[in-house]
């Protein structure tokens, strides 16, 4: 990396299943006003914005155009990343070290409440001539990677009803998070089987709420805030779209963009290199087989980590702290941004009672939901 | 470039017509949470009444309003009512309706315009149709006012009024 790129600072309102006292735009603003009081910036010294959306969830096209004004961005450069929110950290990362800005910022929001059929919306993702006329729930794609998961490596549906429950638990120490709640191993498996082996319980309920990172280059990060949080690496790899030949049971692109990632923070043994992980748990087994991509843990050896206690918040791997998206909700392409807020508030030792001691290094890792197979990795550390 | 890349047969409008298709009505619904500035708008809408929001920090009255200001990045200040008259600001002439279709002979032009509302800043208005006006007479700078639909048809919505009139 040519130059270090640091976050200054992290604005964000949320994260609740409903949120109908604001519009989107003022919802943005909430956040955003947050982010710059707490670098101590306006949205004049920003150099360019980059907004993560995808225009179907918005509900109007060209949604990219109706970013700037919330963000103080009118006049200004910008553009939006039609992925992930940590796919547009990277992109934010990038236009730094390429010195094309000093200070840049990245915005992504949900207002999920206001979409009525979400399942509308993923199929319509699915090829029209191979895929879409099976006129199965989209969910099929999610039982189908979950079911060979279990086969290849020694997890159960009892061990992905347990990270619903650690989850959901955890949120509860969350303030911010929207779903916490006190379940059973029993309830979760006892749950609508939606896709089985997928039941309902076992995927993340949505949330409402916005992200908005400051990130700046290291003189500049120095001068506006007392610790910013340092982007060690960044990665991000999609696989094929093609359902009819993907590797169902292993996490490819997870692989693939760790390893980008780990090259560029020189991370050669993640699970004692990194502190904490928030990883994708946009269904239970996600997080399983993420820590098994991730290479956290041996292939297929997840479950057993989760049976000696490891992924707990008093564990050595401690694996969604924040609740993940199954606790928080899951966010749409701000999803990322949420482990990414949870890191940072770790890193800068912010998180009240969750907060994990002797923190330096996090992991977050995200993954743009059914039918995708594109995953995106960022590792943080606070020195 | 098609045939040295990917040899095939061209196909004729007609065979074109023939071919196997897969039509798709998705069905996208939203319910768009309208907030603070959008939901008082459209409330005051529905009395028969254009509501604006000011700023103290360029002096500015909003419309639409809106809750913060997008030049001072501001929280912005008060409820102001406005008129329901105005001026264009700039308009066009069509025939052709939203879904692409052609606007029958009997039927007259659609005249979107910009109507810089009196009481809003300058350049700050409301986007509508004109109508009980000849398109041949329509002038920028002319001055309009909304008519409105009877109350009992109001519903909260842009399409109360329902267009612009010279006045």
């Not at chain 1, 990396?1 to 519009?23: A, E």
Request: proline share 5%; glycine share 8%; net charge negative.
């Amino acid at each position: 990396m040519n130059r270090k790129v640091g976050i200054v600072s992290m604005g964000y309102h949320g994260f609740s299943p409903v949120t109908p006292d604001l519009s989107f735009r003022e919802l943005v603003y909430a956040a955003a006003s947050k982010a710059y009081a707490k670098a101590g910036i306006g949205p004049g010294d920003v150099d360019m914005f980059i907004c993560a959306a995808e225009d179907f969830c918005e509900g109007y096209s060209i949604s990219d155009e109706y970013c700037n004004d919330q963000l103080g961005a009118v006049l200004k450069p910008v553009h939006t990343v039609s992925g992930e929110y940590l796919q547009a950290i990277a992109n934010a990362a990038m236009i730094i070290q390429s010195g094309l800005g000093k200070i840049v910022v990245v915005e992504s929001h949900s207002k999920a409440s206001n979409i009525k059929n979400m399942e509308a919306i993923h199929s319509f993702g699915l090829d029209p001539v191979f895929n879409r006329s099976l006129r199965v729930t989209p969910h099929f794609a999610a039982g189908l990677e979950m079911s060979r998961y279990m086969t290849e490596s020694k997890a159960t549906e009892e061990h992905c009803a347990r990270i619903v429950v650690k989850n959901r638990t955890n949120a509860l120490s969350n303030p911010n998070a929207g779903h916490g709640a006190i379940i059973s191993v029993a309830d979760v498996l006892a749950s609508d089987p939606v896709a089985w082996p997928v039941s309902r319980l076992s995927i993340a309920p949505r949330s409402d709420g916005c992200i908005v990172t400051v990130l700046a280059e290291e003189s500049v990060a120095r001068s506006l805030a007392s610790e910013p949080v340092w982007i060690l690496g960044t990665g991000w790899a999609t696989e094929s779209s093609t359902l009819e030949n993907r590797a169902w049971g292993e996490p490819v692109s997870v692989d693939i963009a760790a390893q980008m990632a780990y090259k560029e923070a020189g991370i050669t043994v993640p699970s004692q290199q990194i502190d904490l992980f928030e990883v994708d748990d946009t269904y239970s087994f996600k997080e399983l087989q993420a820590l098994e991509g991730l290479h956290v843990v041996g292939r297929g050896q997840a479950a057993h980590a989760l049976d000696e206690g490891r992924l707990g918040p008093d564990g050595d791997l401690p694996t969604n702290v924040s609740g993940g998206s199954l606790g928080v909700g899951h966010l749409l392409e701000a999803t990322g941004g949420q482990k990414l807020l949870e890191l940072f508030l770790q890193l800068t030792y912010q998180a009240g009672e969750r907060q994990i001691p002797d923190v330096q290094v996090g992991l977050a890792q995200a993954w743009r939901g059914v039918p995708t197979t594109t995953s995106a990795v960022i590792i943080v550390g606070n020195e | 470039m098609s045939k040295e890349i990917l040899p095939g047969t061209p196909l004729s409008s007609e065979e074109f017509e023939k071919s196997i298709t897969i039509e798709e009505h998705p069905n996208l619904e939203y319910s768009w949470d309208d907030g603070i500035a959008i939901g008082r708008y459209l409330k005051e809408l529905k009395e028969g009444r254009i509501i604006a929001r000011t700023c103290c920090g360029c002096n500015r009255t909003m419309l639409p309003p809106r809750m913060f200001c997008e030049l001072c990045y501001r929280p912005t200040d008060e409820w102001a009512f406005v008129e329901d008259t105005g001026v264009v600001n700039t308009f066009c002439v069509t025939r052709v309706n939203w879904d692409a279709s052609r606007r029958g002979p009997d039927e007259p032009p659609l005249i979107p315009a910009v109507v810089e509302i009196d009481g809003a800043s300058k350049g700050m208005g409301i986007l509508h149709l004109l109508g009980e006006v000849d398109p041949k007479k329509v002038k920028i700078g002319m001055r309009v006012k909304a008519v409105w639909k009877p109350k009992a048809q109001r519903e909260g919505k842009i399409t109360d009024i329902k267009y612009f009139k010279p006045y």
